[in-house]
């Protein structure tokens, strides 16, 4: 029976000599116990490894075949991209909804992400090299020849060649490769790594010379560069990170003097999902745009760097600016927007993310609230307060309030299950956290338009709330449409009068204060400038919320 099956088996040669091998010295192997000894018996004669081991020696015999060259190394993110497009059309059609389900499920994301590491050349086995017996005085030399392209080699950022970057090292006085990008075509060739000493350019010795003189080489040379290299101790190959990060600051490479080389820079804006590709650099990161289809990654200042960057301006700002209620100290110190770490959230049916609606007083948050829940109430619920002052005649336990003993308010507010709260003529008003995930759970949209203060205990993966920032339009807009609607101020308790300039001019301050302060965290910007359309831009805002996957903070799908 055993002789059977072995022979239906392609056995691979070096596992059928490492098993001979180790039958012949088991008995030299004193520590080997016939269980350990019978355990590597099992695994080298195993068809599992066997399997693996075949596909791995076919992948290296055709790696210079042409025919098998991947055409993309990242199709698990185009799988990504069309099960968003076809999220929202799974209702269309049958064939929508088989290809939305069948593009999920692991086996077939398993054999894209196996395609995308052997198109990345991530199956070498990484074990230490055996040293070569060589003179001491010698040194292993490496002839690369590459095409010269338009992607960026540079020393201090003037003319892209070849998709690398290179310095003066301080130490030894020589040129070396001081960063790979990823997708170019250094990196794509695997045979130019980071620290690799450059000896020659095309015949040239680069002995003495600056970066910029080597550069000057390769900007007159055609076709086929060749490189002589002295090869680095380290030669660990490029690994692709998956991680996607937002950005919370927009940034152009060409206006930064710092960046290695800015033909190599990636720019973007803020609110930009970026494919952070590598963060081996300590100060510059390897990226690309979410969705670019251009494989050569781009340099970024990383989130250590941006950080110090924007302690340093707010320590200028705090120097100069006069405006106490955008003065930088009202920013938690720990709290620097650079980049959040996001992934893909799903719709779940039945299951709707709560919407939150942030602005200034006075902007029209509350109308907005009324007017959308008006549309569908069987839909949009708004969860009951509770308050810590008596019932009025007339009021209900659970309809217009939750009434509760201001001891056992002030007890929750400790233990953290209010996601806002207040004091209002002596009595404490609040929403719990509690009353939000049931509404969710009973399959409404729960909509809050809580003070913006309540963004830290609202955002968080318990509730996974869309934030809409509703905006007010400049100051004549703001006056004039107000004005025409007859609306009522908001800073008079009597609600008996239109608003003066001077509360227009708050309802400006304050806004310009909750951008200053919470902009990194609103999903959507809706400008209130005519009540009709903004309405009509939070309902088409709900509408994705429902239907299609969003980037939301990664900690919220972990």
């Not at 995308?116 to 050349?121: E, F, G, H």
Request: glycine fraction near 6%.
């Amino acid at each position: 029976m055993t002789a059977a099956v072995m022979e239906n088996i392609s056995w691979d040669p070096a596992l059928s000599k490492l098993l001979n091998s180790l039958e012949e010295h088991k008995t030299d192997i004193p520590s080997c116990t016939d269980e350990e000894f019978g355990f590597l018996n099992d695994l080298l004669r195993s068809k599992e490894l066997n399997a693996l081991v075949n596909v791995h020696n076919k992948i290296l015999a055709n790696v210079q075949d042409e025919k098998f060259a991947p055409v993309l190394s990242n199709s698990m993110d185009i799988d990504i991209e069309v099960l968003d497009m076809l999220a929202s059309k799974t209702h269309i059609s049958e064939e929508c909804k088989e290809l939305f389900h069948l593009l999920q499920r692991p086996h077939i994301q398993g054999l894209l992400c196996t395609h995308d590491a052997v198109a990345q050349k991530d199956y070498y086995p990484r074990l230490s090299e055996i040293p070569s017996e060589v003179d001491e005085d010698e040194e292993t030399v490496k002839i690369v020849q590459l095409v010269k392209s338009d992607e960026p080699l540079s020393g201090d950022g003037v003319e892209p060649i070849v998709g690398a970057t290179i310095k003066l090292c301080e130490v030894t006085g020589k040129i070396v490769i001081a960063r790979v990008m990823h997708g170019g075509a250094a990196d794509r060739s695997g045979l130019i790594h980071v620290g690799d000493e450059v000896v020659e350019v095309n015949g040239i010795s680069v002995e003495g010379k600056t970066p910029n003189c080597v550069l000057k080489i390769l900007q007159n040379s055609e076709g086929t560069i060749t490189f002589k290299i002295i090869p680095a101790d380290n030669k660990g190959g490029m690994r692709e990170s998956k991680v996607r990060m937002r950005a919370h600051f927009s940034y152009r490479a060409a206006e930064d003097p710092h960046i290695p080389c800015k033909e190599a820079g990636l720019d973007f804006n803020k609110g930009d999902v970026l494919h952070i590709v590598t963060q081996d650099d300590a100060y510059w990161w390897q990226a690309r745009r979410e969705g670019d289809r251009n494989m050569r990654a781009g340099l970024i200042p990383s989130r250590p760097l941006q950080e110090r960057r924007i302690i340093l301006e707010r320590q200028q700002k705090d120097k100069t600016q006069d405006d106490d209620n955008l003065k930088n100290d009202d920013f938690d110190r720990e709290e620097i927007p650079t980049y959040e770490e996001v992934a893909k959230l799903y719709p779940r049916p039945g299951l709707y993310r709560p919407v939150v609606l942030i602005g200034p007083p006075g902007v029209g948050r509350n109308e907005l609230k009324r007017r959308l829940m008006a549309t569908d109430p069987d839909k949009y619920k708004t969860p009951v307060p509770y308050t810590s002052r008596s019932p009025r005649p007339g009021e209900e336990d659970g309809k217009e309030y939750h009434f509760c003993a201001r001891e056992k308010m002030d007890e929750d507010i400790e233990t953290g299950k209010f996601i806002e709260y207040g004091e209002y003529k002596g009595n404490f008003y609040g929403t719990k956290a509690d009353t939000v995930i049931s509404l969710v759970n009973a399959g409404f949209i729960a909509i809050l338009n809580p003070h913006y203060q309540a963004l830290k205990m609202l955002r968080s993966p318990q509730l996974k709330p869309y934030i809409i920032y509703i905006k007010p339009p400049r100051f004549e807009i703001l006056k004039e449409t107000r004005n025409e609607a007859r609306a009522r101020s908001t800073f008079d308790e009597t609600n008996s009068r239109g608003f003066t300039d001077d509360e227009f001019q708050e309802i400006l301050h304050n806004a310009a204060r909750i951008e200053f302060l919470y902009s990194h965290l609103f999903d959507e910007v809706i400008v209130n400038a005519d009540l009709p359309i903004a309405l009509e831009q939070l309902v088409s805002a709900i509408h994705r919320v429902e239907s299609e996957p969003l980037w939301v903070p990664a900690s919220w799908v972990q």
